[in-house]
């Protein structure tokens, strides 16, 4: 499915890459090291471990699809304290996610994205008191399934790191669409 291809290099990725779904590994020690909470979100969103599921239950739910792509959004940075270049660039990765992952709703409703980070939608999160307010807008990450990412970009053939002051970003889609011929 070429198109999806085309989509995400006009939402603006700047790396595109067919999922390796045997990359597509939910792994206890990725878990472990969302338990230790250094990104804050653990046990505070809907979109986060422990609320997005088990491990067995992301699994399970990640082998249901037979195909995925792979989206990198990467930026410069001035140097490696660049926050605010990692800022805009975190902003448009997920703003194109966002773009990519309607589009891709309209040939595959049932899709599995996964973002980069933790849901930003709401400034602060009903869970677990209330219930999610954007349950069709929230994607839980990568890591949050439990996905190495370096290993899930080597494996499907895309670098994790692009060099001395850049910063990447990557997400992907879970489909039932085939993706060949990226």
């Given at each position: 499915?070429?198109?999806i ?6 939402a ?12 597509v ?44 792509i ?113």
């Open positions: 499915m070429q198109d291809v085309a989509l995400a290099f006009d603006g990725f700047s790396h595109v890459a067919e999922l390796n779904m045997d990359a590994l939910a792994m206890d020690e990725v878990r472990d090291m969302c338990r230790a909470d250094r990104c804050h979100a653990y046990g505070h969103t809907w979109s986060c471990p422990p609320a997005c599921g088990t491990p067995e239950h992301c699994q399970k739910r990640m082998s249901a699809y037979p195909h995925g792979l989206l990198q959004t990467t930026g410069s940075l001035e140097d490696d304290f660049d926050v605010e270049a990692i800022g805009r660039t975190q902003l448009l990765h997920k703003k194109q996610f966002e773009t990519l992952v309607r589009q891709v709703r309209t040939l595959d409703r049932d899709c599995l994205p996964l973002t980069a980070g933790a849901c930003t939608i709401c400034r602060k999160c009903t869970y677990p008191t209330r219930p999610c307010r954007f349950p069709a807008k929230m994607f839980s990450s990568m890591e949050a399934y439990g996905l190495l990412v370096s290993d899930v970009c080597k494996k499907s053939g895309l670098e994790y790191y692009y060099g001395p002051k850049t910063i990447t970003y990557s997400s992907c889609i879970l489909t039932n669409l085939n993706i060949k011929g990226v």
